[in-house]
Structures are given as structure tokens and as C-alpha cells.
């Protein structure tokens, strides 16, 4: 069993969503899923203007989702 990634970079303002992100890497796990997710929001966000974070609230979403093997 593997995992795809989805990203989704979100306003919680204004409740209003980036289109979302997969990367098309396929993780062996549920834990390397969410560790790779983690791992993108942070070095995402911390690229970020923190005045704008703040202004517009910036986040992450994320969904690992179970796929065929490939």
C-alpha cells in the first residue's frame, strides 16, 4: 500500500484555498506521508513574509490518500 501527497495552502481569513499541490512521490507509509506534509508546511511557510501570514492567516492543508501499488 502507498500514499500520495496534497497540499493545499489556505487563508484562514478569509476561508479561501490555494488550488492544491501533489508531488507524485509515493510514500511507503501513512507516517512518511504526514512527516513529508509536516515537513512541507514548514519550510513553506517559513518562506513566507511573516507580515503577510499574519495579515492573511497562511496555512496548511493536507491529505494523504491510500493508492494502488505502482
Same mark, same amino acid.
Given at each position: 500500500m502507498k500514499f500520495i501527497l496534497t497540499v493545499w495552502v489556505c487563508s484562514f481569513l478569509n476561508n479561501v484555498c490555494a488550488p492544491p499541490v501533489t508531488n507524485n512521490i509515493y510514500y511507503n507509509s501513512w507516517s512518511e506521508c504526514v512527516d /513529508? /506534509?509536516?515537513?512541507?508546511?514548514?519550510?513553506f511557510l517559513k518562506e513566507q513574509d511573516v507580515k503577510e501570514k499574519n495579515n492573511m492567516q497562511l496555512a496548511t492543508k493536507f491529505m494523504c490518500k491510500k493508492v494502488e501499488s505502482v
Open positions: /513529508a /506534509a509536516l515537513n512541507y508546511s514548514i519550510d
